[in-house]
């Protein structure tokens, strides 16, 4: 009997037992399908037969953990998953995480947060904080799987900090694995942590031996050259190479690793002693390293000899050819570049193409007494059937060598060489981006056919060089041959609009459509760029045609829509353009994310700010490559008073290894300046200064932060130590530079100082101008000598050379408020209006507080009202504060009050000097409600009065918050001045939960204590 006849018998014996069963199977699925069953306790006899040891009854291997069913943690995933799609709080996360664990079977919430880590999914800052509050606050103990997941989660967001206290805590509790050591290891590269980084070498031995072959994992390569390259910025390779040696970890790629790096540096004292340790140690170098001895030899010699030790009896590879060739550029060596002919393949690659072709260039050792001739005839000797379509390098060297000695047939064999329109294309804008009009025209002649893309990149070349009768004649050939598209007419579009034609370019769109072709958003969006800056209907008439075009705005829109924004920009304008930032959906990319921070820090939108740089933080923004954009983060944060977020922006951009600018430099150290922490960037100068890479970046101008920031925290004697600092380091003095310390001189009282700087000015060659001469008003007029300042203002006026300017009528006009000289003032007003100097919001608050101390706050309000219609001027907060002081000055609280719900309604945000003069007026008038009404929207409470909430409670709230201060005497003054005991203990209990104000735990006591003691309580 067969084998199957067997199987078959054995099923129809057993069938009414597998029908049983089946039966009973589905009954109990229907019965108990929802219930989970519990695995045993822990302690018990089948967990300890499963987990012998280890941590939480599991091995402490990572590799021998048993691996939980996939659906075992299912619900516990998707439960937290869904919570964090919500984008939660970190402490609304801790509470997610703790809940869903509870719901989880006793023993096994270890493996269910590895299931939660283990999705594959990036987690964020605050899922690994809240994991870590959970495990504490439960008392579990992490497993040394679970302690790898948190590590390389913390390592993917940059939680330094916690990587290292999570490092710690796993190598206390048991020998970590070699995956945890080079977690450590790549954690203390990414922090440029050289100390560190060498330190984990020897406890990375068994990881790097394993990968001791001639073929390394990518992961370890590149692992290893990171460490060299961080090893060389330290000036540590031979540190580096004795520790990799003592761990008998040296081998071959890592030698070439460490010649590599050498020889890009030019450090030949470091290539030649590892060249010796290789030798030593019996190392076979790679191909790879022996390109790099050559190219890092001392001389022409040694590159020679490096090149015939490599080769051997073997035809050299192509590698080491192009190594060789490069030698001979280097060294302008007629011997190496012969043997580079020599030794050339049969087949040549583009890149040694380039580096042979390089040699006939004049001054080098091929070059011919024609120029030209030698690069075309070794083209045609050895590189003609060379694919040289991805190397514009290479073409460029034939194609201009050919046209200099007329090599018409060479020029259009290297062109049809090209496979592509493409190709051409680019060898033509290669041209275009030099300016070189002339070759461009040329190679697109040599063209055999021509289509759009060809027509394009000429036509943007001749309108780029101004040649527009060149770029009409191309396009009207363009449209006689049909090789036009909707990029051709843009570009001739976008011509006519920067010479300011607007005319000829709606003219243009029109032929366009009757064409066939429909203006898309290139079209408009140059349009748009063109009215930009004038702003108001002409731009948004534009928008509104692109819209009717069926056409939505991208990203660039966006872009100009946001530069065009500015500080006197109209309510409307403003909120339309920001309006369609957050409609369009577009992905973020660098521009449109520094463009936006630029635009809310000139529109002073902070909540807006907040906003996207919360987004930013949480992982969900722009990965950010750019210098200019992390320049516009730190000037973000620092307009936002977030100096956490400041310095956390900026070693971002350390780790991420991305060079600071001057602007980047010069946005970080005004940042913290600004910020209260001159000495801060006084110190981030002096760092950079210490490096050779760094000391370039810095300037007079970023000490000038430091400067001001000294200067206006009255540390006068910093700003003269500063001032000599400088001298000593010989920094370039611009106007600029004097102009502040002018400007401290005005502020410390000590204008004797002025004539000396002027003296020096002169010396350096440097002329003074207004702000230098309003600055000296300033100072007089601080120091009493108003008659002085006015002096100062009609010699201005005498002279050919300088026109006072706003800021010049601004501080004398200040300098009549402070003393309350209201008709000079005003005379001075009409004076500068008369010298067509418009006036500003800062015109505005000191005209207010002009009429003010003069005693006519009616008068603020008609300046206000006149000025902002006559100039179109959109009164700022500084504006709105002076108004409600003039209001309380005079006891008018109600009055003050509608310039609050004023300031409110036109989206002005309050400040905490807002709400010190609305409440201490609250106070002494005795009206208790309005002040409750006050703290409650200033603190974001709810039942404050819809009136002061017209844009929401955002918007009512300043920036950083009510302080403390504020708050306990605006509470003590309801108890004790109103007698409303119960309205302030009864706002004292929700302020409680005001996030970041902290209140004194003995001010109930104090407010029922001074309430009993108070007249009013005993009435």
């Not at 509470?95 to 990036?122: F, R, W």
């Not at 353009?577 to 002073?604: F, G, H, P, Q, Y």
């Not at 907040?610 to 307009?639: D, M, N």
Request: proline share 4%.
């Amino acid at each position: 009997m067969s084998l199957i006849e067997v199987a078959v018998n054995a099923v129809f014996a057993s069938q009414t037992e597998i029908i049983v069963f089946v039966f009973a199977f589905c009954f109990h699925s229907l019965i108990f399908g929802k219930h989970r069953f519990a695995p045993p306790a822990k302690g018990s006899k089948v967990v300890e037969a499963l987990h012998p040891k280890g941590d939480s009854g599991r091995d402490a291997s990572p590799r021998q953990t048993l691996q939980p069913v996939s659906g075992v943690h299912s619900s516990f995933v998707r439960a937290v998953s869904s919570l964090l799609r919500l984008d939660p709080s970190q402490e609304g996360v801790r509470l997610e995480i703790s809940k869903q664990l509870g719901l989880s079977a006793v023993g096994m919430e270890i493996e269910a947060l590895e299931a939660l880590l283990s999705t594959g999914k990036p987690m964020s800052a605050k899922v690994l904080t809240a994991i870590r509050g959970v495990l504490q606050t439960q008392g579990l103990q992490p497993s040394i799987r679970l302690y790898e997941l948190l590590l390389r989660g913390c390592l993917a967001t940059r939680l330094f900090d916690d990587f290292s206290e999570l490092l710690a805590e796993a190598e206390a509790r048991a020998s970590a694995p070699p995956s945890i050591k080079v977690l450590a290891l790549r954690a203390a590269v990414q922090a440029s942590d050289c100390e560190a980084a060498v330190a984990c070498v020897p406890g990375l031995a068994s990881a790097l031996k394993s990968s001791n072959t001639a073929t390394p994992s990518t992961a370890d390569a590149h692992l290893v050259q990171q460490l060299v390259h961080l090893a060389a910025d330290a000036d540590a390779l031979p540190r580096l190479l004795q520790e990799l040696c003592t761990c008998e970890l040296l081998n071959t790629w890592v030698f070439g690793a460490v010649l590599d790096e050498c020889s890009q540096r030019g450090d030949v004292e470091h290539l030649e002693q590892g060249v010796q340790l290789a030798r030593a140690q019996g190392a076979e170098l790679t191909s790879k390293a022996r390109c790099a001895s050559i190219r890092g030899a001392r001389n022409a010699a040694d590159a020679l000899s490096s090149f015939q030790d490599a080769v051997g009896q073997r035809p050299p590879s192509v590698l080491l050819v192009k190594a060789l060739a490069e030698a001979a550029e280097r060294f302008r060596d007629s011997a190496l570049a012969h043997a580079v002919l020599k030794y050339l393949p049969a087949n040549p690659t583009a890149a040694l193409a380039v580096a042979v072709l390089r040699l006939c260039l004049p001054g080098a050792p091929l070059a011919s007494q024609d120029e030209g001739v030698s690069v075309t005839q070794i083209y045609e000797q050895h590189f003609a059937t060379v694919d040289l379509s991805q190397d514009v390098q290479a073409q460029r060297l034939v194609a201009d060598a050919s046209i200099k000695c007329g090599r018409t047939d060479v020029l259009e064999k290297l062109v049809r060489s090209l496979p592509d329109s493409t190709s051409r294309a680019a060898l033509v804008k290669s041209y275009a981006s030099d300016r070189r009009l002339d070759g461009a025209k040329r190679v697109f002649e040599a063209c055999p056919e021509k289509d759009a893309c060809l027509y394009n990149v000429l036509l943007s070349a001749c309108t780029v060089g101004r040649d527009l009768a060149s770029a009409e004649k191309l396009l009207s050939h363009a449209s006689a041959t049909g090789a036009v598209d909707v990029a051709t007419y843009n570009t001739m579009i976008k011509a006519y609009l920067q010479l300011g034609d607007s005319r000829r370019a709606w003219a243009l769109v029109q032929t366009m459509r009757s064409a066939g072709l429909a203006p898309n958003c290139v079209t408009f969006n140059e349009f748009i760029d063109a009215v930009a800056a004038k702003g108001g209907s002409a731009m948004w008439e534009v928008v509104d045609e692109m819209e009717a075009c069926g056409l939505k705005p991208n990203s660039i829109t966006c872009s100009i829509l946001l530069k065009s924004v500015q500080q006197r920009s109209q309510p409307r304008d403003i909120e339309r353009a920001l309006k369609i930032v957050e409609s369009v959906d577009v992905a973020m990319d660098e521009v449109l994310l520094s463009s936006i921070c630029e635009a809310c820090i000139r529109t002073n939108r902070s909540d807006l700010l907040a906003r996207h740089l919360e987004r930013q933080r949480s992982g969900k923004g722009v990965q950010v490559k750019a210098a200019h954009t992390y320049g516009s983060l730190i000037r973000s944060y620092g307009f936002l008073q977030d100096l956490d977020g400041v310095w956390a922006t900026w070693r971002e951009m350390k780790v991420q290894r991305i060079a600071p600018t001057c602007i980047t430099l010069g946005c970080m150290v005004e940042a913290v300046t600004n910020n209260g922490e001159p000495e801060a960037g006084l110190q981030l100068i002096r760092q950079m200064l210490a490096h050779e890479e760094t000391c370039s970046l810095v300037n007079a101008v970023i000490y000038c932060s430091v400067l001001k920031g000294f200067s206006h925290r009255k540390r006068f004697d910093q700003v003269w130590a500063v001032h000599d600092e400088m001298r000593a380091k010989r920094m370039q003095y611009s106007i600029v530079t004097y102009n502040a310390l002018i400007d401290a001189c005005a502020r410390s009282g000590e204008m004797s100082r002025v004539s000396p700087l002027l003296e020096q000015m002169s010396k350096d060659g440097i002329e003074p101008n207004v702000i230098t001469y309003s600055t000296v008003i300033k100072g007089y007029c601080q120091d009493n000598r108003v008659d002085k300042a006015f002096e100062v203002l009609e010699d201005m006026k005498r002279s050919a050379d300088f026109t006072p300017d706003e800021v010049t009528y601004n501080t004398l006009l200040d300098g009549c408020a402070r003393y309350g000289m209201l008709d000079r003032g005003m005379a001075l007003l009409r004076n500068m209006e008369g010298a067509g100097v418009t006036p500003s919001n800062f015109t505005l608050s000191v005209l207010v507080k002009l009429a003010n101390r003069s005693k006519r706050p009616e008068m603020a309000f008609e300046l206000c009202s006149e000025l902002s219609s006559k100039y179109s001027i959109r009164l700022n907060m500084h504006v709105y504060n002076n108004l409600v002081h003039a209001c309380t000055a005079h006891g008018n609280l109600p009055r003050a009050l509608e310039v609050f719900e004023q300031m409110l309604g036109e989206r002005v945000r309050p400040d905490v000097r807002t709400y010190t003069l609305l409440l201490r007026s609250c106070i002494s008038s005795r009206a208790a409600s309005e002040a409750v009404g006050l703290l409650r929207a200033g603190a974001g409470l709810g039942g404050a009065p819809s009136r002061f909430l017209p844009c929401g409670s955002a918007g009512a709230q300043p920036k950083g918050g009510l302080t403390s201060e504020l708050v306990t005497e605006a509470l003590e003054g309801i108890a004790i001045s109103c007698g409303k005991e119960d309205l302030a203990l009864g706002l004292l209990q929700d302020l409680k939960g005001v996030r970041g104000l902290k209140l004194d735990g003995r001010l109930p006591m104090r407010l029922a204590a001074r309430a009993i003691r108070s007249p009013s309580s005993k009435q």
